[in-house]
């Protein structure tokens, strides 16, 4: 069993930045792939960036070149780095584990979220 557990959402207005964090439980954190996923109001839940076990990222094409993704293992902790940020932004982010160590999923574990508010 693995615990996930995000921090770092709040509200900030257009053009800022966030960092979101995603503490893991167990011992086995670097051989999982990781996610950050969102959902908005009234939307289907999507990824937004993940990262596999060997450090191979992907993108959602509405956040490329402005959210990167990264993890440390020494930590059991993988980041959300998000920047010039967009009231399209708003959502709440979870973060997830895949057991087959694939940033493309599929995803066995998930957080509670944090919710990410962006204002005009």
């Known amino acids: 069993q693995v615990q996930l557990v995000e921090s770092g959402g709040g509200l900030v207005q257009a053009g800022d930045s966030l960092r979101l964090s995603c503490a893991a439980s167990g011992r086995t954190f670097s051989s999982y792939g990781m996610g950050w996923f969102r959902q908005a109001p009234g939307k289907e839940r999507e990824l937004v960036a993940g990262?596999?076990?060997?450090?191979?990222?992907r993108y959602a094409d509405s956040v490329k070149g402005r959210f990167t993704i990264s993890r440390d293992n020494a930590k059991n902790t993988v980041y959300l780095q998000m920047n010039s940020l967009q009231p399209e932004d708003t959502a709440v982010y979870s973060c997830?584990?895949?057991?087959?160590?694939?940033?493309?999923?599929?995803?066995?574990?998930w957080g509670q979220g944090t919710q990410v508010t962006v204002s005009s």
């Open positions: 997830a584990a895949a057991t087959s160590g694939l940033g493309g999923g599929p995803y066995d574990y």
């Open positions: 990262i596999s076990w060997s450090g191979r990222t």
